[in-house]
């Protein structure tokens, strides 16, 4: 079932991008009555789903979900249409047209792109909100989850007091991206700042780890359920623990080294079960575990408990159109922070590239439409940024040499646009290879 709902969150998010994609490029074209003779959603190598002809476009469903497309008359593109290119250009064709409409017609696809995600963002604010805690609520600092960033200096317990010079005035989960992408961070030790400075190359090895997440507010040690070996029957679901073996566990974290020093033995502990303290006994295994599943506890319990304070920021709707534009500002910056660190050898970001399988695994196993549209936004000003690099084959390709016509006065031929849109398709299927071979790698490799 969790298969289902995933891969259902996944096809509608790829079926809503690509559609509006490729209108951006349709609806310009039939503007300035430019014959489109195919629009695809996904792609129909030898055959199709489904297709229907009216008036002089087909519309169909291809059987190839890596994308889709329109087929522009005239335009030198991955259909490689050279016979009829061959002929006279006709008043209908793409090659025929003013640069500056062409121009228009390639940019269709990208500004749709960014166009929707900032109305994404706009609809999110005013429909959810903003839910945060005050940085300065996070009064038993952070919990480190990555061995990495602990090698690098950061600690357990620390507070992040600012990334990169920026003051942090909200923690959100967007202060793990920041956090992988910084240069310094600054903490709060036992009353001391301190700044730490990670290595140049501590994406590769946070990929290389395969940690979902690097830092994150320090939660309760809540019992979610036993396993079927666990010794521990006396303990019930929701318990939550306060001390064990005579020592605080206010937090997850302090269980853990209290139950690796005591491997094999029976100790003392207190849980609070329906909001009384209650003394039980627990058999620490071999391992140093309890045979327990982690409980999640819900964030107005975590309030009564006196854990930590949620605000949650409304907006009327005029009010969440500037906070919704600098939310996608902010992402569209961030996107282009982590393409720059791709691109830089050093910094090992490559290694975490992936393809279709990553992008799939980014969406929960349960349906949320605020995950739902909140990831689609961000692929959305994915698939614009990367259509703009300028590739040959990629949209941004196309730009460049309308850019170089209109700057220089001369068209490039037909016949080195064939070339170049060759070259640009051998390097595009490359990355690919290269995105879509990192998930089977580490499909492979249990990672």
Known sequence: MEIAIKLSQFLLSLSILIILHELGHFIPAKLFKTRVEKFYLFFDIKYSLLKKKIGETEY??????????????????????????????????????PTWQRL???????????????????????????????????????????????????KTGDKIVAIDGKKIVKFEPSVNMDVLMAKTVLVNRNGEEKTITLPQNFIGKFIDEDKKGLIALRMPFVVGGLQDDSPNK??????????????????????EPILSANKGKQLPAVVLRDQKETAVTVTVNKEGKLGVVRGAIKEDNLEKLGYYKFSTEQ????????????KGFEQLGNYWKQLKLIFNPSTGAYKGVGGFAAIYNVFPDYWSWEAFWSITALLSI???????????????????????????????????????????????????????????YKAIIGK
């Open 104 to 154: 228009i017609i390639m940019l269709g696809g990208v500004t749709v792109n960014f166009i929707l995600a900032f109305i994404i963002y706009i609809g999110m604010t005013f429909f959810y909100g903003e839910k945060y805690i005050n940085n300065s609520e996070v009064k038993d600092g952070v919990w480190v989850q990555n061995t990495e960033l602990e090698k690098a200096g950061i």
């Open 315 to 326: 907006f009327g709707f005029f009010e969440s159109i500037p906070v919704g534009i600098d």
């Open 382 to 440: 994915m698939l614009g940024v990367m259509n703009l690099l300028p590739i040959p084959a990629l949209d941004g390709g196309h730009v460049m040499f309308l850019l170089y016509e209109m700057i220089s006065g001369r068209k490039p031929s037909d016949k080195f646009l064939e070339k170049a849109q060759m070259v640009g398709f051998v390097l595009l299927i490359s990355l690919l290879l290269f995105a879509n071979g990192n998930d089977i």
């Open 234 to 255: 006396e303990l019930k679901a929701k318990d939550i623990f306060v001390s064990i073996n005579g020592q605080s566990v206010r937090y997850f974290d302090q269980a």
């Open 60 to 97: 169909g469903i291809g059987w190839l979900p890596l994308g889709g497309y329109v087929k522009i008359s005239g335009m030198v593109d991955e259909s490689m249409d050279t016979e009829q290119l061959a002929q006279e250009p006709q008043p209908w064709e793409f090659r025929s047209k």
